[in-house]
């Protein structure tokens, strides 16, 4: 067991510094903290990222290593009313509403780093898309692509083509593979590994069956119960806090 456990280790270690080599790929971008005083951060702030489960390790091996007690506990309780409220316009829970900041930019995943570079065309499928599945919830928030944000190449302006996204796409994908993750379940669907940071975080830190009963109660319609049920379950958090952030 100790072999197997090592080896998985090894495997996700390794997986980590394929997902770095492939950002380094990718072109440097300017003009999202460059004109935040313009757009206020809405795309974070009525966006939420669907990200990789390699994706999730990177950020969350950064944070227990990096922030303390306090932040992540804020997290995780931010995480779990994120799932339990299940709003259509969530918004990213590590998007700093007083600052205006993301609070893991350098880290930030492949579709953060492509929003506002994406060609048109193929975002304006997406947008459609989700428009149309949105359509009759009157508290859904919809966001065009960001005009602001330009990429670069070797300190010249680039147009990045849909190819070289989909062939980025498909080496993170293979990423992915390389970690464990059997192709079947690369998808967005129930059992998928193409979630939401907050789902990641959730699925991460509970049992299986602390994960079933908080989906219980996303269904709840009383929020004054939803939040005592969110108080009991972070009192529990709290005591174990040190073992999850160590474990990391």
Known sequence: MAKKKSRKRNIIKEGLKKLDYLYSKLPETKGCFENLNKCKGKCCLYQNPQVFYIEFLNVWTY???????????????????????????????????KKYLCEIHNKR????????????????????????????????????????????SDGKEKIVSQKEIDDWWNELVEIEKYIGVKKKNINDEEG???RTFHDHILLKIMPHEVFVELEKIRIMKNINSKDIVIETFMKLFKKNIEKIKNAG
């Open 109 to 152: 995943p492949f579709n953060c780093f492509f929003y506002g570079i994406t060609p048109s065309e193929e975002f304006n499928k997406r947008y459609e898309k989700i428009k149309k599945l949105y359509e009759n919830n009157p508290d859904a928030i919809f966001m065009e692509q960001c005009n602001l944000i330009k990429a670069y």
């Open 63 to 97: 944070i227990c290593d990096k922030w303390d007690i306090k932040d992540l506990i804020e997290l995780i309780e931010l995480s779990i009313r994120t799932y339990v409220y299940n709003k259509p316009t969530k918004g990213c829970i590590f998007f700093d509403k």
């Open 192 to 194: 998928g590994s193409y």
